[in-house]
């Protein structure tokens, strides 16, 4: 009797559509679902050779060839937990569990230990795509055990994404590994996305652009440096018409937007690792704010913005600006999110390949762009790159594209547009070429107030000042 190559545990929208990809790619499949019936439905409504349906998780098991490989692709958090706990008693030593679900790396962790003290294996595998990259083809970022990978990397490699024939499917290190650049990923998505509809607003409130215009203007952009998946799709939005009311859909959807938490995963591991990943940070507070619907209406009433609005003249040179300061601002996103990354590969052991992280998004994920490649190239040249935007091409362009950052930015400010994402770019821009920052007198009020020491520029040691003694009444 044919033994299933791999098993599904999870058939919701990302796990039935991950079982169909590498149902078509040859694979026999086993299936699981808690509830029976949404299995059966995923049967009736996609009927494949390859896919074995069953309904008690002992036959689930017994259906696959060893060393066993089971992919869990259910909720993040106790479920994992419970899925697992399930699967432990009816196990073999060797065999391997993945998590492709969004669990907190910490998580993953422990999982890993927990398990692997039993014989088994463990993968903490990041999936990115969404619907259509699970069916299609998806980047995949497993961490964990390398032995692991080993038997499943062909099936891994197989179900991703390609870029020029080469699978965004790339193993990232030991145990976390995977699920913390997964996390990243999100970190670097929310940013962009952010940026991105800044954009919309200053286009929209400052050059007075129709949706249909602006349509236009991201699809030109998705011909040139800006390319990726998100302006694309952006372009896409703007055209669509709601066939409820022939409004534009864009402009009849309620202004406030969700997050699921790697958002705010990744702004607490900028905390906890000591990075300045701020801009990521501003698109998670950015939602939250969103998210105050009422108080902000509220607030319109009350605080009520007088201002005169900007005259552009010569909308093709705004719109130039604009896509200046997008392009500057994600070049500034990706150089934080890289150096969480770098910080977190030494804070954790995981030797992270930085080269291969960028070109895992290539395709597949929700961040790809061909941007993308010029990342992998800086960290060929320079593995040990401190910073993105201390490459010599990323820093041309900074060079050359900062002060139309600025500029977008002043003319947001003075007309009261928010731009929290934008800002906090050029902030950390002009803060990491700053070669005195204003942190001196920070420390000197530590000492003042607390004894905190302090060192000095002169000379080498840890000092504490009497700070009254020159200034007592003669």
């Given at each position: 009797m044919q033994k299933n190559q791999i098993g599904v545990i999870g058939l919701a929208v990302m796990g039935s559509n991950l079982a169909l990809n590498m149902a078509d790619h040859g694979y026999h499949v086993a299936l699981f679902n808690r509830t029976y019936e949404v299995g059966v439905k995923v049967i009736s409504e996609n009927p494949h050779t390859h896919l074995h349906l069953y309904k008690e998780l002992e036959d689930f098991v017994a259906s696959l060839e060893k060393p066993r490989k089971i992919m869990i692709m259910v909720k993040a958090g106790n479920?994992?937990?419970?899925?697992?706990?399930?699967?432990?008693?009816?196990?073999?030593?060797?065999?391997?569990?993945?998590?492709?679900?969004?669990?907190?790396?910490?998580?993953?962790?422990?999982?890993?230990?927990?398990?692997?003290?039993?014989?088994?294996?463990?993968?903490?595998?990041?999936?990115?795509?969404?619907?259509?990259?699970?069916?299609?083809?998806?980047?995949?970022?497993?961490?964990?055990?390398?032995?692991?990978?080993?038997?499943?990397?062909?099936?891994?490699?197989?179900?991703?994404?390609?870029?020029?024939?080469?699978?965004?499917?790339?193993?990232?290190?030991?145990?976390?590994?995977?699920?913390?650049?997964?996390?990243?990923?999100?970190?670097?998505?929310?940013?962009?996305?952010?940026?991105?509809?800044?954009?919309?607003?200053?286009?929209?409130?400052?050059?007075?652009?129709?949706n249909d215009e602006m349509a236009a203007i991201f699809n030109e952009w998705n011909q040139g440096e800006l390319e990726s998946f998100l302006i694309e799709i952006t372009a896409q939005i703007f055209k669509e018409v709601d066939p409820a009311t022939g409004k534009h859909m864009v402009d009849v959807i309620l202004d406030t937007a969700a997050q699921k938490g790697t958002g705010k995963w990744t702004a607490e591991e900028a905390l906890n690792t000591g990075t300045d990943a701020s801009l990521l940070a501003s698109a998670v507070f950015a939602r939250f704010m969103s998210s105050q619907k009422q108080q902000r209406v509220a607030a319109s009433e009350i605080l009520k913005p007088e201002f005169d609005k900007a005259i552009i003249n010569d909308k093709e040179y705004f719109v130039e600006m604009v896509r200046k300061a997008l392009y500057a601002s994600k070049i500034i996103a990706y150089a934080q999110g890289f150096d969480l990354l770098k910080n977190a590969s030494v804070e954790y052991k995981w030797d992270l390949d930085f080269g291969a992280i960028a070109r895992n998004f290539r395709e597949g994920c929700i961040i790809r762009a061909r941007f993308l490649n010029r990342i992998s190239d800086a960290y060929n040249t320079n593995p040990a790159l401190a910073n993105l935007m201390l490459d010599d091409s990323f820093a041309r362009q900074l060079e050359d594209y900062h002060q139309s950052l600025r500029d977008v930015i002043s003319m947001a400010i003075q007309n009261g547009i928010s731009m929290p994402?934008?800002?906090?770019?050029?902030?950390?821009?002009?803060?990491?070429?700053?070669?005195?920052?204003?942190?001196?007198l920070i420390q000197a009020q530590r000492d003042l107030f607390g004894a905190h020491t302090f060192e000095r520029i002169d000379m080498d040691g840890v000092f504490h000042y009497e700070w009254n003694s020159n200034n007592e009444e003669k």
């Amino acid at each position: 009797m044919q033994k299933n190559q791999i098993g599904v545990i999870g058939l919701a929208v990302m796990g039935s559509n991950l079982a169909l990809n590498m149902a078509d790619h040859g694979y026999h499949v086993a299936l699981f679902n808690r509830t029976y019936e949404v299995g059966v439905k995923v049967i009736s409504e996609n009927p494949h050779t390859h896919l074995h349906l069953y309904k008690e998780l002992e036959d689930f098991v017994a259906s696959l060839e060893k060393p066993r490989k089971i992919m869990i692709m259910v909720k993040a958090g106790n479920p994992v937990d419970l899925v697992i706990n399930g699967l432990i008693p009816l196990l073999d030593e060797g065999d391997i569990i993945m998590d492709g679900g969004n669990s907190n790396f910490h998580d993953t962790i422990r999982r890993t230990e927990a398990i692997e003290a039993k014989g088994l294996r463990y993968l903490g595998v990041g999936i990115s795509g969404g619907e259509e990259g699970a069916r299609f083809g998806p980047a995949i970022m497993p961490g964990g055990s390398k032995d692991a990978y080993t038997y499943v990397q062909d099936i891994l490699e197989n179900i991703a994404a390609k870029y020029n024939n080469e699978p965004c499917a790339t193993y990232m290190g030991t145990d976390g590994a995977g699920h913390y650049v997964k996390m990243v990923h999100n970190g670097i998505e929310y940013a962009d996305m952010q940026l991105i509809a800044e954009s919309y607003s200053v286009l929209k409130h400052l050059g007075g652009f129709t949706n249909d215009e602006m349509a236009a203007i991201f699809n030109e952009w998705n011909q040139g440096e800006l390319e990726s998946f998100l302006i694309e799709i952006t372009a896409q939005i703007f055209k669509e018409v709601d066939p409820a009311t022939g409004k534009h859909m864009v402009d009849v959807i309620l202004d406030t937007a969700a997050q699921k938490g790697t958002g705010k995963w990744t702004a607490e591991e900028a905390l906890n690792t000591g990075t300045d990943a701020s801009l990521l940070a501003s698109a998670v507070f950015a939602r939250f704010m969103s998210s105050q619907k009422q108080q902000r209406v509220a607030a319109s009433e009350i605080l009520k913005p007088e201002f005169d609005k900007a005259i552009i003249n010569d909308k093709e040179y705004f719109v130039e600006m604009v896509r200046k300061a997008l392009y500057a601002s994600k070049i500034i996103a990706y150089a934080q999110g890289f150096d969480l990354l770098k910080n977190a590969s030494v804070e954790y052991k995981w030797d992270l390949d930085f080269g291969a992280i960028a070109r895992n998004f290539r395709e597949g994920c929700i961040i790809r762009a061909r941007f993308l490649n010029r990342i992998s190239d800086a960290y060929n040249t320079n593995p040990a790159l401190a910073n993105l935007m201390l490459d010599d091409s990323f820093a041309r362009q900074l060079e050359d594209y900062h002060q139309s950052l600025r500029d977008v930015i002043s003319m947001a400010i003075q007309n009261g547009i928010s731009m929290p994402a934008f800002t906090t770019a050029i902030s950390y821009f002009d803060s990491y070429r700053s070669a005195r920052s204003n942190a001196n007198l920070i420390q000197a009020q530590r000492d003042l107030f607390g004894a905190h020491t302090f060192e000095r520029i002169d000379m080498d040691g840890v000092f504490h000042y009497e700070w009254n003694s020159n200034n007592e009444e003669k």
